[in-house]
């Protein structure tokens, strides 16, 4: 239910994805006071204003935020498919903020694409999709939104489950957004991203979709030197001097011949430091770095030079990451090895959740991970 302006509340903020809340009337205020959420009996309703300026800043500290942000900005041709694993991940980081950011990204994107209902014309896609993983239907309150009226959580059900052939005409994440942002029991909302999430997080897709665009690339001017120990097995060391510090640190390559091996056996690494791709495996992406790079903590990365910006000065088996400010993200980042430019980005040995050791092509038009802009070279 939707109706009237925004109401002025208290600041105390309520999570509305966990399900112990259920307080007649509980209110809070999300982010400085553009959108409200209001608690009524059992049912919780987004209550929506759009008259004042908010501040969302804090949203910038999440690499999924940032990615829709982009989608917003570039007007990218995303696969629909894709946008679900990555609403979950923004909505996993365990902060108070990141649901309300999740929540104000989707009303941000359904303001810019509110009237766009199939693929535009300059996204092509091609290819077939076929489901295999559904959602139980039994399972929490999933059943329950197919029921109570949520006209929205139905259609977008329907497009997904039902009638997949309609993803031929809707590949693109244009037409997602407005349905969601009618789903106005954030319950619905949530389980809704969560089981499509669950379906896509592990399909391999037979359609791609993409767009003619012209990117002009930067360039900054960087001095390497190069060293190599005499010790057999030490990895070679690097300075880089880059024009936005006056800093000197030295780079470890990684064990090249471990990683060859690595991606001829296509083998997945854990290591009890990395985080967890499910319960306990310790196999995310840091996994693969920390084996072969010298290293077992994030927490001593150092963000050094743009790959993009400086890629033929990096020196192969460099050990390179995704960075949001001076941060590595190792919830829903990636980190992995260099190997070589391309005309458009560079390729880096890395391992994802729930695959195999693999070469990873980075390019510019990439979304999330997948955009060069975002890795750097991690210093240790």
């Not at 810019?112 to 209902?117: K, M, R, T």
């Not at 084996?291 to 033929?312: E, F, R």
Request: proline fraction near 4%; hydrophobic fraction near 30%; charged fraction near 15%.
């Amino acid at each position: 239910r939707v109706s009237g302006p925004a109401v002025q509340s208290s600041n105390t903020f309520s999570d509305p994805d966990h399900n112990g809340n259920n307080h007649l009337k509980r209110r809070y205020l999300m982010l400085g006071g553009n959108y409200n959420y209001q608690y009524q009996n059992q049912n919780q309703y987004i209550h929506i204003g759009n008259t004042a300026q908010h501040s969302h800043h804090l949203c910038h500290n999440y690499i999924e935020y940032n990615t829709l942000m982009q989608l917003k900005d570039n007007n990218s041709c995303l696969r629909s498919t894709d946008v679900w694993p990555l609403l979950e991940a923004l909505s996993e980081h365990n902060t108070d903020e990141a649901p309300k950011c999740r929540v104000h990204a989707i009303h941000l994107l359904s303001d810019a694409f509110g009237n766009i209902d199939t693929s535009p014309d300059y996204c092509h896609c091609h290819g077939n999709v076929h489901i295999s993983h559904f959602p139980n239907r039994d399972h929490d309150i999933f059943q329950n939104c197919l029921n109570t009226g949520q006209k929205d959580f139905q259609k977008i059900y329907n497009e997904y489950y039902s009638d997949v052939n309609s993803l031929s005409r809707q590949c693109t994440h244009h037409h997602v957004w407005h349905l969601l942002s009618q789903i106005t029991d954030v319950h619905c909302q949530r389980n809704l991203i969560i089981n499509l999430a669950d379906t896509f997080k592990h399909y391999i897709p037979e359609f791609e979709c993409s767009q003619v665009s012209s990117v002009h690339q930067s360039t900054h001017h960087v001095d390497v030197t190069t060293s190599t120990p005499t010790t057999t097995h030490a990895p070679e060391t690097t300075t880089i001097h880059t024009p936005q510090t006056t800093q000197t640190r030295a780079i470890q390559t990684c064990d090249k011949y471990e990683t060859i091996s690595n991606l001829a056996h296509g083998t997945i690494l854990s290591h009890p430091a990395a985080s967890d791709c499910s319960p306990s495996d310790h196999r995310a992406s840091e996994a693969f770095v920390f084996q072969l790079c010298h290293t077992n903590n994030t927490n001593s990365w150092i963000k050094g030079a743009s790959v993009l910006d400086n890629c033929s000065q990096i020196p192969l088996y460099t050990p390179v990451a995704t960075f949001i400010q001076d941060s590595f993200i190792s919830n829903g980042g990636q980190a992995g090895i260099f190997l070589g430019c391309l005309p458009n980005g560079f390729k880096m040995a890395a391992q994802e959740c729930f695959a195999n050791a693999t070469v990873l092509h980075i390019e510019k038009g990439g979304l999330y991970t997948r955009d060069p802009s975002l890795y750097h070279v991690v210093l240790f």
